[in-house]
């Protein structure tokens, strides 16, 4: 059996480098990973093939950055004829970026059998690009392997035939404990930043609707400045995030400390130790969970509803910088621990799972 996988972002990287590990180890089934290069910086992409020892990609297209539909419709064609070529029984995919809409519209438009890994994630904001993305290579999907209870029923609300829906658990709840003895022997962060554990805040940002609007960033940078004056703020920063800020005319005052991207080991390390965490990315919500880290998300909803009815997350819409600093004040100072930690996002086999569904077909 041959299953092309299509990756290209940095949190694909992550989800795929358990699961491929996992494919390669089914009798008779071969992965053909194509790298479609939305994310090419080295520490947003080589950095992970190096440190978590994913295969290397077999094709990369080198499609880069653009438009969305530009950079879709790239991907699209090169995705097509990469297919053609190899002849797959599926097409894998992960997650909500324009590397997931192409290898599932191309895939689609061939007939070959999409899966779909954390299927079912709903904003309910099709402002977002990642919603519109979601929600259109759910329905063209053949297997979707859903991460969490919602999940499921999102994808059942939306008329998905039950049969096509498989509750695997998180393919990253599956890295996080893979890779936890790595992170701890291999970074040496901590020591390189002066930072104590749990004497700091770690935040980032890189949605679009933070990033392309000014008010809402010039609102989550100040509350960080101002928190700074008081905490170590730790921000590992999204290229999209530096070039928006650059635009801005906005410069960080002395206390915040704006760091390149760092690597997923690093990462681990970061988020394991922070008193506190401020973020927009989906990922970073759920992996402040698995650390116990209190989560504040810098959006009006996520996808990730667990969190926040568990108490480990609290929404913070930033449209006001006074207002969101002492939300993150607050937090920081008066954060009280669920009593209750429940097992939301499996049990660490999702990956495996994910692997038997598509030998077994
Ligand atoms: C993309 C995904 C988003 C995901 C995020 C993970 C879409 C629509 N968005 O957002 O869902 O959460 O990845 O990080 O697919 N850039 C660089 N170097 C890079 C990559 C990007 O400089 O290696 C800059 C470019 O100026 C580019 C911008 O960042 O235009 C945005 O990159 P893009 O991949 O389009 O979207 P992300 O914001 O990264
Ligand atoms: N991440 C990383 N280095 C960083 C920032 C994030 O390794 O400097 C990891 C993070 O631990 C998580 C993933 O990247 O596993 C999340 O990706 P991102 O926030 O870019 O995208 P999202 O999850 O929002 O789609």
Same mark, same amino acid.
């Not at 993305?133 to 999907?141: A, I, M, Q, W, Y």
């Given at each position: 059996m041959k299953i092309v996988t299509v990756i290209g972002a940095r949190p694909q990287f992550i989800k795929a480098a358990t699961v491929s590990r996992a494919l390669r180890l089914m009798p008779g089934l071969r992965e053909i990973l194509v790298h479609t290069g939305q994310h090419y910086?080295?520490?947003?992409?080589?950095?992970?093939?190096?440190?978590?020892?994913?295969?290397?990609?077999?094709?990369?297209?080198?499609?880069?950055?653009?438009?969305?539909?530009?950079?879709?419709?790239?991907?699209?064609?090169?995705?097509?004829?990469?297919?053609?070529?190899?002849?797959?029984?599926?097409v894998l995919v992960y997650g909500d970026t324009n590397s997931t809409l192409a290898g599932a519209l191309a895939a689609a438009k061939l007939n070959v059998a999409i899966a779909h890994v954390e299927a079912g994630l709903r904003s309910f904001n099709r402002a977002m690009p990642e919603e519109v993305?979601?929600?259109?290579?759910?329905?063209?999907?053949n297997l979707l392997f859903a991460p969490t209870k919602t999940a499921v029923e999102n994808l059942s609300h939306e008329g998905i035939?039950?049969?096509?829906?498989?509750?695997?658990?998180?393919?990253?709840?599956?890295?996080?404990?893979?890779?936890?003895?790595?992170?701890? !022997?291999?970074?040496?962060?901590?020591?390189?930043?002066?930072?104590e554990p749990g004497s700091y805040v770690l935040a980032t940002i890189h949605r679009a609707e933070n990033t392309d609007d000014a008010t809402r960033l010039r609102a989550i940078f100040d509350a960080l400045e101002k928190l700074s004056r008081e905490v170590h703020v730790v921000v590992p920063i999204h290229p999209r995030t530096r070039k928006a800020l650059s635009k801005?005319?906005?410069?960080?005052?002395?206390?915040l400390r704006l760091i390149d991207p760092v690597g997923y080991l690093d990462m681990v390390m970061?988020?394991?130790?922070?008193?506190?965490?401020?973020?927009?990315?989906?990922?970073?919500? !759920?992996e402040a969970f698995f650390y116990r880290v209190p989560c504040?998300?810098?959006?009006?909803?996520?996808?990730?509803?667990?969190?926040?009815?568990?108490?480990?997350?609290?929404?913070?819409?930033?449209?006001?910088?006074?207002?969101?600093?002492r939300r993150l004040r607050r937090i920081l100072i008066n954060f009280r621990r669920p009593r209750s930690s429940p097992a939301l996002y499996g049990t660490g086999d999702a990956s495996v799972r994910i692997a038997r569904h598509l030998h077994n077909r």
């Open positions: 910086d080295r520490n947003m992409s080589d950095i992970f093939f190096d440190e978590l020892e994913i295969p290397r990609p077999d094709i990369h297209l080198g499609i880069g950055s653009g438009s969305h539909g530009a950079q879709t419709g790239q991907m699209l064609e090169a995705i097509e004829r990469t297919i053609l070529k190899h002849d797959p029984q599926w993305n979601r929600v259109l290579t759910d329905h063209v999907s035939d039950k049969r096509r829906v498989m509750r695997v658990g998180d393919v990253m709840f599956d890295a996080a404990l893979f890779y936890a003895k790595k992170a701890a !022997k291999m970074s040496k962060i901590l020591a390189r930043l002066a930072l801005l005319g906005w410069r960080a005052g002395k206390g970061l988020e394991k130790h922070a008193r506190v965490i401020a973020t927009d990315s989906g990922g970073v919500q !759920k504040v998300t810098l959006r009006t909803e996520t996808e990730w509803v667990e969190l926040v009815e568990a108490g480990w997350n609290t929404l913070a819409p930033p449209t006001d910088s006074a207002r969101l600093y």
